[in-house]
């Protein structure tokens, strides 16, 4: 079973309009860490926001916020106020950690493609 | 500045060559990774190194080979390489504590 579900292939947004990439995950562990990653088309991977389960605010990190509902395992990315730099894909990732020796493991889901029109 | 650095950036190379791609971090991290992706897809982990002398398959089966013999170097060795193998590598490393990985800029790999 997938353990990081992102069901958007691809998105679109116009500029300076928010944006929400959605990340549902699987996990059975109580302590686990998610992430989001931008990918340009570079290649690099940069690092966006993080979220920990026992946070209890929503992570923010500049334009980006993390919509966290831990009930229903999804840890959507908002981006606000998009801008053309933004276009690239994302990548939710979790980070299971009580699971022994893979506790330092991230698994990553499939992507979005964001597109962001002028 | 990267704190982690994979060379070459971009490598094209013939049927049957022997290819190492390195990766070298700065950070002290005990953790690195190797990932395979093929463009527009999903990162696939294929090995990953908890410490020196401690080298792991990952979920993706790989006909590639890692050492890691200082903490700071985790070279990935394709013996033979094949058409198949054509795929963008990232490397990464992370701490022991809750965070998460810092990735190299990634080899395009072309097998012709």
């Known amino acids: 079973a997938q353990k990081i579900t992102q069901t958007q292939p691809g998105m679109f947004v116009q500029e300076k309009e928010a944006v929400t990439l959605d990340c549902t995950y699987d996990?059975?562990?109580?302590?686990?860490?998610l992430f989001w990653y931008k990918q340009p088309s570079s290649g690099e991977m940069i690092f966006l926001i993080y979220?920990?389960?026992?946070?209890?605010q929503n992570a923010t990190e500049g334009r980006y916020s993390l919509n966290f509902q831990k009930a229903r395992k999804s840890a959507n990315l908002v981006i606000s106020a998009s801008q053309l730099g933004d276009s690239a894909m994302y990548f939710c990732?979790?980070?299971?950690?009580?699971?022994?020796?893979?506790?330092?493991?991230?698994?990553f889901g499939k992507g979005t493609k964001l597109s962001v029109i002028p | 500045e990267a704190d982690i650095y994979q060379t070459p950036r971009y490598l094209v190379i013939g049927t049957g060559k022997k290819i190492t791609l390195e990766c070298s971090q700065t950070m002290g991290h005990d953790k690195m990774y190797w990932y395979q992706q093929d463009p527009g897809m999903e990162l696939h982990l294929i090995h990953y190194s908890y410490g020196v002398n401690s080298t792991e398959k990952g979920d993706l089966s790989s006909e590639s080979t890692v050492s890691r013999i200082r903490t700071e170097h985790f070279p990935l060795t394709l013996e033979s390489a094949r058409p198949s193998h054509t795929s963008q590598y990232l490397c990464?490393?992370?701490?022991?504590?809750?965070?998460?990985?810092?990735f190299g800029s990634g080899t395009r790999l072309t097998v012709v």
């Open positions: 990464a490393s992370s701490e022991a504590t809750r965070g998460g990985y810092t």
């Open positions: 979220q920990g389960s026992y946070d209890e």
């Open positions: 996990t059975s562990d109580q302590s686990y860490g």
């Open positions: 990732a979790m980070r299971e950690l009580q699971s022994g020796a893979g506790s330092y493991q991230l698994t």
